[in-house]
């Protein structure tokens, strides 16, 4: 189950992940040293929203501490300073070959899928069959279908997990032959965490909430008055926000102990410290086909939005 309010927030695995995977190679010697290979690992700042950015970087610290006592290896990596990356400079320094395994939304996958290994992605083992998102409803109210929600204020919760959400939005009105989200809806407001963002739904000072299926099912747990009285009135294909990818073409033995970096950091006390604090069982390796439907999904929203440019443009 996801996880839904922690200050220390599942886009801070990402960074993680990366520090992990860096400093299980790294055993504290110079980089660059004869007989090693450098990769570099970078995180795009565009998986940060609502994380608080100090106690990731505490955490990161603390297994850059554990992973450097522990290990030594062949091959050297370094984490880009500062870790976060603006994401035209990241996707700008993977395709210059400056960086080699990337921590990025699946909006920015989508224009490094070129570029990206297609053999070797690593996700949280809940992100691994996808996600949904629902877009909920107060049950007594008119809205049966998503044309009723026209002039409707939406709430949506700003998480990580939440990327792909007005992508979503995006696609799901025009299969109605709506307008865009930006034209068909009141308001689109985001709220940092689910209570906030499913409550005025139930008291009525709100239409209508987008939140993740597990984040859902977590406030029913805890509040199942929510569930009697809230009803999902459109359900997303499924999606998965985030993805650790590799360049194409970089070194396949950093490659291999990269990932095997990654995928058994929760036999550590700092791996399962970070894995508990995101609810995540462990880490997995998938082929970077798992993404095509959240990479349609992305490009299908990029077209409806230049359409919409371009029909504004024609009416100028």
Known sequence: MVHTDNRFTRRQCLQLLAGVAATALAPGAGHGEAGRTLLRLAVSTDTLAGVNIDDARASYIALINEYNMGHARTVSA????????????????????????????????????????PQYLVLQDYLADGIEYLLLVHDSSTF????????????IHRHRDMVLAPAW??????TDRLPQPEGFFASISPRDNVTQTVLPVFFRRADGACVTRPSWETAVELNPQLGRELRPLAVSPKVIPTAIGFRRNCNPTGRKLLLDSMLNMTTTAAGRQMAALYQARSFVQRPASVMAGSVEMVRQSERLTKQQTGSRKGHS
């Open 78 to 117: 370094e984490v880009v300073a500062g870790v976060f990356i603006p994401s035209a400079e990241l996707q700008r320094d993977i395709r210059q070959g400056t960086v080699d395994c990337f921590g990025v939304t699946a909006i920015e996958y989508a224009q490094l899928a070129d570029i990206a290994d």
């Open 144 to 155: 049966r279908k998503i044309a009723d929600l026209q002039g409707a204020q939406i709430l």
């Open 169 to 174: 939005l995006s696609t799901l009105l025009a």
